[in-house]
């Protein structure tokens, strides 16, 4: 649990270094709204020269058209570390990233996931497949290939242990991915730090979606 809880249950074999800014919010679309129909316009900057004021307005244009529908503010942008980029300072922040030396890259994307057990020595992976019911999958190269020539209709996504704080008796729990599908359960108990169960407290999982869940507890 202790490598699992630093590094997480998954390693990529594929990073992509760079710099980036976003914006994460849950949005509520309009039903009788319609989305653009061109979803073919990509662009790509590789030195600032490439950031014309005319393409960099295109950008801007067509994400504006993409998030019309919602109820979003469009003014700014956050980067990694959580500064806020206001439109009209994204040529200078774009500028001060392609100045930045290599050491101030950050991972902006992981790909080809696997998970993290199978990086741990032979014993102590057999236990993991065996606390997570995963049989004969050590000696299967291609895991997805693996559960769909098995048939395989369920499996153990994630493992974790949540800290339970003073009252009030809810708390809500992120994942650290998003999940394809809310069609997943979740099975819990409370526990002291010692590991010993509390029976006389439910534990009850309600609003699961792909983001995470939140936890209720009664006496």
């Given at each position: 649990?202790?490598?699992?809880?630093?590094?997480?249950?998954?390693?990529?074999?594929?990073?992509?270094?760079?710099?980036?800014?976003?914006?994460?919010?849950?949005?509520?679309?309009?039903?009788?709204?319609?989305?653009?129909?061109?979803?073919?316009?990509?662009?790509?900057?590789?030195?600032?020269?490439?950031?014309?004021?005319?393409?960099?307005?295109?950008?801007?244009n067509q994400w504006e058209k993409y998030m019309s529908s919602y109820k979003f503010d469009l003014s700014y942008l956050v980067s990694i570390n959580g500064e806020f980029i206001k439109k009209n300072e994204l040529e200078n922040w774009i500028k001060s990233c392609l100045e930045c030396d290599l050491d101030s890259l950050q991972v902006i994307?992981?790909?080809?996931?696997?998970?993290?057990?199978?990086?741990?020595?032979?014993?102590?992976r057999q236990e993991v497949v065996s606390a997570l019911q995963i049989e004969s999958i050590l000696e299967i190269d291609n895991q997805a290939e693996f559960i769909k020539r098995n048939n395989i209709k369920e499996r153990v996504l994630m493992e974790g242990i949540v800290p339970i704080k003073d009252p009030p008796y809810s708390y809500s729990v992120k994942f650290p991915?998003?999940?394809?599908?809310?069609?997943?359960?979740?099975?819990?108990?409370?526990?002291?730090?010692?590991?010993k169960p509390i029976d006389e407290v439910i534990i009850k999982f309600e609003f699961m979606d792909i983001y995470g869940f939140l936890i209720f507890m009664e006496n």
């Amino acid at each position: 649990m202790d490598v699992f809880n630093s590094y997480g249950y998954f390693l990529p074999k594929k990073i992509i270094l760079g710099h980036k800014i976003y914006r994460i919010i849950n949005l509520i679309a309009d039903k009788n709204s319609t989305e653009p129909d061109d979803k073919s316009y990509k662009a790509k900057w590789t030195n600032l020269d490439d950031f014309s004021e005319s393409k960099f307005e295109d950008i801007l244009n067509q994400w504006e058209k993409y998030m019309s529908s919602y109820k979003f503010d469009l003014s700014y942008l956050v980067s990694i570390n959580g500064e806020f980029i206001k439109k009209n300072e994204l040529e200078n922040w774009i500028k001060s990233c392609l100045e930045c030396d290599l050491d101030s890259l950050q991972v902006i994307k992981c790909k080809e996931l696997y998970p993290l057990y199978e990086i741990f020595d032979l014993s102590l992976r057999q236990e993991v497949v065996s606390a997570l019911q995963i049989e004969s999958i050590l000696e299967i190269d291609n895991q997805a290939e693996f559960i769909k020539r098995n048939n395989i209709k369920e499996r153990v996504l994630m493992e974790g242990i949540v800290p339970i704080k003073d009252p009030p008796y809810s708390y809500s729990v992120k994942f650290p991915f998003y999940l394809k599908s809310n069609n997943y359960q979740i099975f819990g108990k409370l526990i002291t730090h010692d590991g010993k169960p509390i029976d006389e407290v439910i534990i009850k999982f309600e609003f699961m979606d792909i983001y995470g869940f939140l936890i209720f507890m009664e006496n």
